[in-house]
Structures are given as C-alpha cells and as structure tokens.
C-alpha cells in the first residue's frame, strides 16, 4: 500500500472510530469504499489538496424547482432547460434544481424514492443534459425521509435492513433541550409489527428522521450521492445536515457525529476523480454555521445565513450600520472553501442566523414591515415552552417594496441595490429564479395549500412568462435586464473570484462598502452601496484611489477622478470602483 493510501486509510479510520466506536472498523471501511466506489471505478492515488480552484468569478448560481415553469404540455425539466438556455447561458454557470425526486410533501424533500427522477418532471436524462452545460447542484435530503416511502414501510414491517433505519425515541424521554425548527409534535406514534413506536420528526410527520447510528443508513446514502455524481452532479447540497446525529437529553443538533460524517464525506469527496463540491444547508445562527468549514475538512462551501436577514434590515431601515458590524467580525473563508451568498431562497427568510445580531426591536420591526408588505411568519418551538419567529414568508420582490415607514417608489432601485451585494462579496452568489424574475407574493399559492412557503414558489406559466420578458415594460423584463447586465459585469473581474481578498470599509451608517482585491492583486474593486431613499455624498478620500491608475466605475462607465471632492451617490445607488476595465 502506497504511503498516500495508508494516510486515507488512516483517516478513515479514524473518522469511523468516532462515528462507529464500537463497529468493526477494517470492514465498515470495505463496505464505504463500495459504496462510493463500486466496481469498476476507482478513487485518486493522493487528495485534491485545498485550493481557490474549484471555482473562479464566473460561477454564479440559479435557484430553481424542477417545475417552477410550466405550461402543462412539455415536461418541465425541459421547458427549465429551455429558459436557461435562452436566458442565462453565458451569465449563470450553475443550476440548483431542488429535489426532482418522487416526493409526498414540502415541495420535494419527503422524498419517496433517491434514485428516481419524479416523472411529472422528466427523466435522468433530461437532468443529464442540463448537467452538461450547467454546473449541477443537487439535494441530499438525508436527515429524513418520506412516511411513504418504502423505507418506512419496510420499517413498519419489520423488514430488514429498514427495521433499524429509523430514530425512535419514547414520550418519557427527556426532550426539552432538542432545537426544533417547527412546532409540530416531535414524536409520531405509529404501529409497526414489532408493536407501538415513536418515531422522530424534526420537521413535519410526513418526514421521518433516520438514525443514522446504523452504519447501514450511512452506507445508503453514499449509494445516492454516487448515483448523483455519475449523473453529472457536481455541487451536493446536504439538506438540514446540522439535525443528523441524535441522541436523547441533548439538543440534537450540531453533534460531534454529525461533523465527523461530514468530514467524512469530505474526504471521499477529495480522493474522488471527480471535481465535487460538498455544500451544507444549515439555517443556524452565524457561529454554529460557519462550524461547517472545520479545519478545511468539512464543506467546500455553506450557506452565508446571515446575510438575507441583514440585508433585509439594512434595507428597510436604511442603515449599514449592523451589516458593517457583522462584516467586519466575519472571517475570509479558510483555503479551499467559499461561502454562498444569496438573499432569495426557496424557504422563507431565516431569524434563527440573526439571533445575537439583531435586538428583539429590530427583529419585531422587520417582521411587522414584512407583514406589511403581505408576507408571512412562519413560527418554532422554543425549549421549555413558546415560539419565535423562524422564517419570514414573502419573495424578495415585495420584501423590497419600501422602508419600515412604509411602500414607496423605490422598489426596484432597492431590490437591484440587494442583489448587487450579493454579486461583489467574497463568495459564491447564488440566485432564486423567482428574484431573477421579480416574481410577485403568490398569496393565491398560499391560500391553495395552506403553506406559508408556497408565497415564494409560484409555478410560471412559460408562455406568459415569455411574453412578460419580451414586454421592456414589465417587471419580470426589467429585473432579468438588469440582474444580467451587472453579472455579466461581475464575471469578468478577477477582483470578484469566490476568494479574493476582502475588506469592510468604514464609510458610515448609510454606504455599506467593501474592497476587494485579486489574487493576483492586479486588480481592486471599492463596492459601494447606497442603503437609503437619500442622495449621499461620499469623500474620494474616504477610499484608498491609487494615484497614476484611472479608477471607473463599472456599473455606470463613469471615471473617477481621485483628485476630485466627493463622489454621489443616488438613492440605492451601487458603484464598483475599479482600476481595471
């Protein structure tokens, strides 16, 4: 055995040692090399070491459902297919294409079947041919699975492996410190042919949780993300990853089993031939989700949680002034890994990551201003007793309608000011499709199936869609026309790759800024943003412009000239100062 091989070997093991303390180490490893390597295939002689490589200032990243465009002919997959390529090749690189599997609930993450494509919307190869010109992002819903799916019925019979596949816990159980993210009864009680159970349900009774202290459970789920790599995908996104280990008179989330399969994951991930991205979902205050990186072991990439909720704040009260402090305070991500960036998403607006961010007051107002706007609260369960708001439901079109004083005419110029943040951070930026088509709240969504979530995944009819984006005067027209040109701006700045060095600038409560320099520092972008319905007028001298270079800002080709007073700002008005062109 070569001394790269007896290092992964090592690695391994000890991982599983403390995942599986008392497993049969030796053949828990056979049995997870053949599950991710099955024969026939073969995994790299030495790790991919950690680097800036996996990814550069082009990628950028769409959100979407399978069957968010729709027009009851086609099969949507191709109909998705179609309007990427229509619209977004050569701006969007990648595409997120939330679960496409056979589902019973929550718009695809009660998944019925792993290893199916749902026929309602197409077929492997229609993934397949989307994945060969996109960069594919895929769910790995393994916290849970659907009540109807095989697996638990196997499980309710007491067919084996399924017997032991699902997390049981009794009502006597002292559960008062599990973290919930519902208010739904935790336990479920069912009958099985081994008499009454109590299952778990993180997030809703037709999600049953799986226990993955069953070695057997683990080696399933490594099983689907072969499949998934094999079938072109290249981003696996572990969904509510941070709820995966349990164990009773704890919180149940975040435990140190949960990471170790993580940083398992990672390392068959940087011995496969494959270039794969592991990304985990973790909707948890900023400290426990930045946990994720470990030591540049974990995930590539996390969602940057915090961010929405803030912008969401700094727009609507129009200041900086809490978005500057976490900035500050936030750290580069470590060698190899990136965040992802993003205020619209397919769930609502997190609070959990702005808790000890926001105060109390400013959590309330956010939340009043959202309902204002026709949005919506969706709730948790606290410890002990009582709820708190968990996510805001509404589309990032209408959250952006005005100020905690109320609507104004500032919407679009506000909505574009969010999203261009989004494009110049250090990270990935990834975009929900219903934002990159300024998609209005779906009340009518809501009032169909009662889910507060559904205001935010409104299925577009194609041929109304495509009339409203050949129509310059519509919103869908106008949003796409103007989030395209400042990506394709982006794209083309070596200032903006995932990794390139950044540096929150103190411009005051009403100008959120930031510098950002290349890895090569050729190159330096000042994003500036203007946060309020004000005109600012910012010092030159409030920047570092070069003397000897010619600084432009991107967005608007206007020079600037570094001898000059002040620089203007209009309402919500974005500037890319740079020194290269």
Same mark, same amino acid.
């Given at each position: 055995?070569s001394?790269?091989a007896?290092?992964?070997?090592a690695?391994?093991?000890?991982?599983?040692? *403390?995942i599986y303390?008392?497993?049969d180490?030796p053949?828990?490893?056979?049995?997870?090399l053949?599950?991710? /390597? +099955?024969?026939?295939t073969?995994y790299r002689?030495?790790?991919?070491?950690?680097?800036?490589n996996? /990814?550069?200032?082009?990628d950028?990243l769409?959100?979407?459902?399978?069957?968010?465009? !729709?027009?009851?002919?086609?099969?949507?997959?191709?109909l998705l297919?179609h309007f990427l =390529?229509?619209?977004?090749?050569?701006?969007?690189s990648?595409v997120?294409i939330?679960?496409?599997?056979?589902?019973?609930?929550?718009?695809?993450?009660a998944?019925?079947?792993?290893r199916?494509?749902?026929s309602a919307?197409g077929? /492997?190869s229609?993934?397949?041919?989307i994945?060969?010109?996109?960069?594919?992002?895929?769910?790995?819903v393994l916290n849970h699975?659907?009540?109807?799916?095989?697996w638990f019925?196997d499980y309710?019979?007491?067919?084996?492996?399924?017997?032991?596949f699902?997390f049981?816990?009794?009502p006597?159980?002292?559960?008062?410190?599990?973290?919930?993210?519902?208010?739904?009864?935790?336990?479920?009680k069912?009958?099985?042919?081994?008499? =009454?159970?109590?299952v778990?349900?993180?997030?809703?009774?037709?999600?049953?949780d799986?226990?993955?202290?069953?070695?057997?459970?683990?080696?399933?789920?490594?099983?689907?993300?072969?499949?998934h790599?094999?079938h072109?995908?290249r981003?696996i996104r572990?969904?509510a990853?941070?709820?995966?280990?349990?164990?009773?008179?704890?919180?149940?989330?975040?435990? +140190?089993?949960?990471?170790?399969i993580?940083?398992?994951?990672?390392?068959?991930?940087?011995?496969?031939?494959?270039?794969?991205?592991?990304?985990?979902?973790?909707?948890?205050?900023?400290?426990?989700?930045?946990?994720?990186? %470990?030591?540049?072991n974990?995930a590539?990439?996390?969602?940057?949680?915090?961010l929405p909720? #803030?912008?969401?704040?700094?727009?609507?009260?129009?200041?900086?002034r809490e978005?500057?402090?976490?900035?500050?305070?936030?750290?580069?991500?470590?060698?190899?890994?990136?965040?992802?960036n993003?205020?619209?998403?397919?769930?609502?607006?997190?609070?959990?990551?702005v808790?000890?961010l926001?105060?109390?007051?400013?959590?309330?107002a956010?939340v009043?201003?959202?309902?204002?706007?026709? %949005?919506? !609260?969706s709730?948790r369960?606290?410890?002990?007793?009582g709820?708190?708001?968990y996510?805001?439901?509404?589309?990032?079109y209408?959250?952006?309608?005005?100020? !905690?004083?109320g609507?104004d005419?500032?919407?679009?110029?506000?909505f574009?000011c969010?999203?261009?943040i989004?494009?110049a951070?250090?990270?990935l930026?990834?975009?929900?499709?219903?934002?990159?088509?300024?998609?209005?709240?779906?009340l009518e969504?809501?009032e169909?199936?009662?889910?507060?979530?559904?205001?935010n995944?409104?299925r577009?009819?194609?041929?109304? #869609?495509?009339?409203?984006l050949?129509?310059? =005067?519509?919103?869908?027209?106008?949003?796409?026309?103007a989030?395209k040109?400042?990506?394709?701006?982006r794209?083309?700045?070596?200032?903006?790759? +995932?990794?390139?060095?950044?540096f929150?600038?103190h411009?005051?409560?009403?100008?959120?800024?930031?510098?950002r320099?290349?890895l090569?520092?050729?190159?330096s972008?000042f994003?500036i943003?203007?946060v309020t319905?004000?005109?600012?007028r910012?010092?030159?001298?409030?920047?570092?412009?070069?003397? %000897?270079?010619?600084?432009?800002d #991107?967005?608007?080709?206007?020079?600037?000239?570094?001898?000059?007073g002040?620089i203007?700002f209009?309402p919500? *008005?974005?500037?890319?100062?740079?020194?290269?062109?």
């Amino acid at each position: 055995m070569s001394k790269s091989a007896t290092k992964f070997t090592a690695k391994l093991d000890n991982l599983l040692e *403390q995942i599986y303390p008392q497993g049969d180490i030796p053949a828990l490893r056979a049995e997870i090399l053949d599950a991710f /390597w +099955p024969e026939g295939t073969g995994y790299r002689t030495r790790a991919r070491p950690p680097g800036n490589n996996l /990814w550069d200032e082009t990628d950028t990243l769409v959100i979407t459902y399978g069957n968010s465009i !729709v027009d009851g002919v086609h099969k949507p997959l191709d109909l998705l297919r179609h309007f990427l =390529e229509e619209n977004l090749a050569g701006v969007i690189s990648g595409v997120h294409i939330l679960p496409f599997f056979p589902f019973t609930s929550d718009d695809g993450f009660a998944v019925t079947d792993y290893r199916s494509v749902n026929s309602a919307l197409g077929s /492997w190869s229609d993934i397949n041919r989307i994945a060969e010109e996109f960069k594919l992002m895929s769910d790995l819903v393994l916290n849970h699975v659907s009540s109807f799916s095989n697996w638990f019925q196997d499980y309710r019979q007491g067919k084996p492996p399924f017997d032991r596949f699902f997390f049981e816990a009794s009502p006597e159980d002292d559960l008062s410190e599990v973290v919930r993210p519902r208010t739904t009864p935790l336990l479920r009680k069912v009958d099985t042919a081994m008499g =009454e159970r109590h299952v778990w349900c993180t997030f809703s009774h037709d999600q049953v949780d799986l226990d993955f202290s069953n070695p057997e459970v683990l080696l399933e789920f490594l099983r689907v993300m072969r499949l998934h790599i094999d079938h072109g995908v290249r981003i696996i996104r572990l969904d509510a990853v941070a709820f995966l280990w349990k164990e009773i008179g704890t919180s149940c989330i975040h435990l +140190p089993q949960t990471h170790a399969i993580v940083r398992m994951m990672r390392l068959l991930f940087d011995y496969a031939s494959e270039r794969a991205v592991l990304l985990t979902e973790t909707n948890v205050p900023n400290a426990e989700n930045l946990s994720y990186f %470990g030591n540049m072991n974990e995930a590539h990439s996390i969602y940057n949680f915090s961010l929405p909720p #803030l912008i969401l704040h700094a727009l609507l009260n129009g200041t900086a002034r809490e978005l500057n402090r976490w900035q500050m305070a936030m750290p580069p991500a470590q060698l190899g890994c990136a965040y992802l960036n993003f205020t619209a998403s397919h769930d609502g607006i997190g609070m959990r990551p702005v808790e000890g961010l926001l105060s109390q007051k400013e959590t309330d107002a956010i939340v009043d201003t959202v309902r204002s706007f026709g %949005g919506k !609260v969706s709730m948790r369960s606290l410890p002990g007793g009582g709820e708190k708001p968990y996510e805001l439901n509404i589309t990032w079109y209408d959250a952006m309608a005005g100020t !905690v004083e109320g609507a104004d005419e500032w919407q679009f110029e506000r909505f574009l000011c969010s999203q261009t943040i989004v494009m110049a951070l250090e990270g990935l930026p990834a975009f929900y499709i219903h934002a990159l088509l300024g998609t209005p709240n779906d009340l009518e969504g809501v009032e169909k199936t009662g889910i507060n979530r559904a205001i935010n995944r409104h299925r577009w009819d194609y041929d109304e #869609l495509r009339a409203r984006l050949t129509d310059p =005067e519509s919103t869908q027209a106008r949003v796409m026309a103007a989030l395209k040109a400042r990506i394709a701006v982006r794209v083309k700045q070596k200032a903006f790759h +995932p990794n390139a060095t950044q540096f929150t600038l103190h411009l005051g409560e009403d100008l959120f800024g930031f510098w950002r320099q290349s890895l090569d520092r050729a190159q330096s972008v000042f994003a500036i943003h203007n946060v309020t319905d004000r005109e600012i007028r910012m010092p030159v001298l409030s920047i570092n412009l070069i003397g %000897g270079e010619q600084w432009i800002d #991107l967005l608007s080709d206007e020079f600037i000239d570094a001898a000059s007073g002040e620089i203007v700002f209009a309402p919500y *008005q974005c500037r890319w100062i740079s020194n290269r062109h």
